[in-house]
């Protein structure tokens, strides 16, 4: 009789674990249907849409979202960001199983690289929700279509502002990619377009995924591995670090050791304590994919294919460079989205010159493309 209570406890925590988490979603959908019903009391939408991204707080996809928003009004549409009325932060793949229980009308996702995201996607879709990827995408899932960045022209964007920086120096690179969004793939293509700006001889260029769901931690042991020379590598003098997370973890090391003369940093997207290591001279520069330019794209290809059946493959956003010549006028553009005045890299991820092997054109609602 004792072994057997021994041998069932295990399962009686995983059981009331899993009943908890159902609890959760019914309590999340039961709030979602009642703020709705509250709200369409008042006002009726066209449309009642989704976005889910992993950071709800961070300023670039609080800007996303308003950009999207301004062009929801247009047609009387409601863009609610999933997740934000929990206690407990929820994966990407959860929140994308509550926009399908709450039978919405369409969801904006910025989506994690992981089979289980995948799935859930999928699982949208096949319920005859359409699915819009943003900033990274899902290719293997069956998403409507995607908006964002081409990893090869973002490699190339990083490597035109570095030779405009630096000149003729020769520099040791190390690009510190984030686990959950970089995947074999998108390092690949990233590596090739940042290779084909950059003469070979002269830089040393060398890669490392920071495991962002184990925490900071692991950013802050893998750069400060990098920065002491461990694994026999060559001790870099640039950072390229690809989203705000991982930048503002190598900005403090940097600061901590006093190498901010030694060691450069090249920043990926956007955010307060960017902008300041910018203005400081503390940080090279960023690039950061258009906020206004993401969110007004999103929502215009989910209204497409909401109303025609059909939407593009892909569809690539402005990227912006902000350097400590143009972070004041960046500043005072926050406050206006749509002039932002972050310079545009030239010649890179234009809509009407986007390479046919790299961005099919349309996906009919029938799948596949057009």
Not at 12 to 17: D, H, P, Q, T
Not at 258 to 265: T, W
Not at 272 to 287: A, K, P, Q, Y
Request: aromatic share 8%.
């Amino acid at each position: 009789m004792h072994k057997k209570s021994v041998w069932m406890g295990p399962w009686l925590v995983v059981i009331l674990f899993f009943f908890l988490t159902l609890l959760m979603v019914i309590r999340y959908v039961n709030l979602i249907s009642q703020e709705a019903s509250e709200e369409s009391a008042e006002t009726s939408y066209r449309y009642h849409i989704a976005m889910i991204t992993n950071d709800q707080d961070a300023p670039y996809w609080n800007q996303v979202y308003e950009s999207a928003q301004m062009e929801a009004d247009h047609v009387d549409a409601l863009i609610e960001r999933m997740g934000t009325s929990l206690l407990e932060s929820m994966s990407v793949a959860d929140q994308l199983r509550m926009a399908l229980y709450s039978h919405v009308d369409g969801v904006l996702v910025y989506p994690e690289d992981n089979e289980e995201v995948q799935q859930a996607i999928d699982q949208v879709v096949a319920a005859g929700i359409p699915v819009i990827t943003m900033q990274r995408d899902s290719s293997g899932s069956d998403r409507q279509a995607f908006v964002g960045i081409n990893d090869y022209f973002l490699g190339q964007a990083y490597g035109q502002q570095i030779q405009k920086q630096s000149g003729d120096e020769d520099h040791v690179i190390t690009v510190l990619y984030p686990g959950n969004t970089f995947g074999a793939h998108d390092r690949r293509w990233f590596l090739q377009g940042l290779r084909s700006t950059l003469d070979t001889h002269q830089y040393t260029i060398s890669g490392h995924v920071i495991l962002e769901y184990e925490g900071l931690s692991n950013a802050e042991s893998t750069i400060d591995r990098i920065l002491e020379g461990a694994d026999h590598e060559i001790t870099p003098d640039l950072l390229i670090c690809l989203n705000d997370t991982i930048t503002e973890v190598a900005y403090r090391i940097v600061e901590d050791r006093g190498a901010q003369g030694m060691v450069k940093i090249a920043g990926g997207s956007i955010s307060d304590t960017l902008i300041d290591g910018i203005e400081r001279g503390d940080i090279s520069f960023t690039i950061t994919p258009n906020a206004a330019d993401t969110g007004r794209k999103a929502f215009q290809e989910l209204e497409r294919y909401l109303n025609y059946g059909v939407a593009n493959y892909a569809s690539a956003i402005e990227l912006q460079a902000i350097t400590r010549e143009n972070v004041a006028e960046y500043r005072k553009g926050q406050e206006a989205i749509e002039e932002t005045s972050g310079e545009r890299i030239p010649g890179l991820l234009k809509e009407d010159d986007t390479p046919e092997e790299h961005w099919p054109m349309e996906r009919s609602a029938e799948g596949g493309t057009a």
